[in-house]
């Protein structure tokens, strides 16, 4: 569907009957006529009510029977979150009473908002901008204190406010190359170069820190990925119910059980992680279980945490090549942490082989017995917290984001190895505006209606 500006929107904000109120969201010039006609007012008409007041009524059906009490919220234009005339209407939680309202709002001249419409129109009436509103859905599915903290940092405009600057330092040297095209016959340089090499060295290097921050940014939104790894029955997807607290992964003697990756969510200490249970590593002739064992390796590669479980009770022999294996696949970029499993059933043998591989710190607790996960949890929080610091350092969670940047620095990268060779300012000046280009998309001052109903197809209706 075609959205109009001049149509008035309604939904519900809240999901009716899983609570005691629903509120019911209306946007648009028709508003409060819609509303004057739909509520009987105790005093006074909607228009003659101040912003950011709240009004009492009554709704009534068409056989002049109460419908609902209700409490109706005033925003005016453009003081409210779409910047347009706006309420919210607070009734009871039925489903009935919620669909009479919506169905006669609608009779009134009003109609359905689709999904992100509301966020869409405060977009599009420049109360937002395009990177704010989409850290609005963030904020809505933010499950830890760290995501909501980043998201809430984005909402406020924090990426916004350094694209921003960023922007302004390459729209001066861009007017500066352009103008001296202006004067190209007369061979006058307007930009000093070593001074414009400094500034887009500055640029360039702000732009690849933002761009970076993605790997950090992602993992706070989506959870710190953590691979649980190591042979056939050393105990990991006991592990992983223990720690969730609940059976999600089948447990069995019978060696590999787990043909394929589970992942669930949990926080520790304010952070999401991801807890990826993988197939046991062992040589296998099983088609199936080598497929598993193959997707093992790979969540090794791409967890930030792997947790390389071990048997206390197997041989010095089998403890000392598992944790080789699992030492042979993880990079110096990740954390790893072996986790001695069955301590309940540890020999003398472990602390031998553990003397002879290089250091690496290793946590002693039995799952089934639930014994030593408290320590666990902390060391997994204590891995994070420097990474996932409580400043306000920017970070960038979006894909989108992402990408941006990503193709904003390829530009300004040419640039700069333009600057060192020589290369005609018309030609840097294309590689400048792209650069600038791809930087607008981020914040929307460039966007088509494509890509903004990509974006807020997405977020909930009444959002």
């Keep these: 569907?075609?959205?109009?500006?001049?149509?008035?929107?309604?939904?519900?904000?809240?999901?009716?009957?899983?609570?005691?109120?629903t509120v019911i969201r209306m946007s648009g010039p028709k508003t409060f006529g819609i509303v004057n006609d739909l509520v009987l007012f105790k005093k006074g008409s909607i228009e003659e009510a101040s912003g950011y007041t709240?009004?009492?009524?009554?709704?009534?059906?068409?056989?002049?029977?109460?419908?609902?009490?209700?409490?109706?919220?005033?925003?005016?234009?453009?003081h409210s979150y779409t910047g347009e005339d706006s309420v919210e209407i607070s009734c009871h939680a039925?489903?009935?009473?919620?669909?009479?309202?919506?169905?006669?709002?609608?009779?009134?001249g009003a109609r359905a908002a689709e999904p992100g419409e509301f966020t869409?129109?405060?977009?599009?009436n420049g109360k937002m901008d395009l990177a704010q509103a989409e850290a609005v859905a963030d904020v809505i599915s933010s499950s830890s204190a760290a995501s909501l903290r980043v998201a809430m940092s984005q909402l406020k405009g924090g990426?916004?406010?350094?694209?921003?600057?960023?922007?302004?330092?390459?729209?001066?040297?861009?007017?500066?190359m352009e103008l001296e095209l202006d004067f190209s016959e007369e061979d006058v340089e307007f930009a000093d170069r070593s001074q414009l090499t400094d500034l887009i060295d500055k640029v360039y290097n702000h732009i690849t820190k933002l761009a970076n921050s993605f790997k950090t940014g992602n993992a706070i939104k989506n959870g710190v990925?953590?691979?649980?790894?190591?042979?056939?029955n050393a105990g990991k997807s006991t592990l992983l119910n223990t720690l969730l607290g609940e059976e999600r992964a089948i447990v069995s003697d019978i060696a590999g059980t787990t043909r394929d990756t589970i992942e669930e969510t949990m926080t520790i200490e304010g952070i999401l992680f991801r807890f990826i249970d993988t197939a046991g590593i062992r040589e296998s002739d099983d088609a199936i279980e080598k497929i598993g064992i193959e997707r093992t390796y790979k969540k090794i590669g791409e967890a930030d945490v792997v947790l390389g479980v071990v048997d206390c009770s197997d041989s010095s022999l089998s403890i000392k090549e598992s944790i080789e294996d699992i030492i042979c696949h993880t990079t110096k970029e990740q954390s790893l942490f072996i986790v001695l499993n069955k301590s309940d059933k540890e020999n003398i043998s472990t602390n031998e082989?553990?003397?002879?591989?290089?250091?690496?710190?290793?946590?002693s607790i039995s799952a089934k017995f639930q014994t030593?996960?408290?320590?666990?949890?902390?060391?997994?929080?204590?891995?994070?917290?420097?990474?996932?610091?409580?400043?306000?350092?920017?970070?960038?969670?979006?894909?989108?984001?992402?990408?941006?940047?990503?193709?904003?620095?390829?530009?300004?990268?040419?640039?700069?190895?333009?600057?060192?060779?020589?290369i005609p300012t018309d030609l840097l000046s294309q590689d400048l505006r792209e650069c600038l280009y791809h930087l607008g998309t981020i914040v929307g001052e460039i966007s088509t209606d494509e890509v903004l109903g990509n974006i807020f197809s997405k977020f909930c209706i009444g959002k």
């Design 120 to 124: 869409k129109r405060a977009f599009t």
């Design 1 to 21: 569907m075609i959205q109009n500006l001049e149509d008035t929107i309604i939904a519900p904000a809240t999901t009716p009957g899983t609570g005691a109120i």
């Design 353 to 363: 082989v553990l003397s002879t591989l290089p250091d690496i710190k290793t946590i």
């Design 54 to 78: 709240i009004k009492f009524g009554t709704i009534f059906n068409d056989d002049f029977t109460i419908l609902d009490e209700v409490l109706v919220s005033v925003f005016k234009a453009p």
């Design 94 to 108: 039925s489903k009935y009473i919620v669909e009479q309202i919506l169905l006669k709002a609608i009779h009134l």
């Design 225 to 232: 990925p953590v691979a649980i790894v190591g042979p056939t």
């Design 372 to 422: 030593g996960i408290e320590e666990l949890k902390a060391v997994l929080a204590d891995s994070q917290k420097g990474r996932i610091s409580l400043n306000d350092e920017t970070l960038i969670t979006n894909i989108r984001h992402y990408k941006a940047l990503s193709d904003a620095a390829e530009a300004l990268d040419r640039v700069k190895n333009g600057l060192g060779l020589g």
């Design 159 to 176: 990426v916004s406010s350094e694209l921003k600057t960023m922007r302004e330092d390459l729209l001066n040297i861009t007017s500066l």
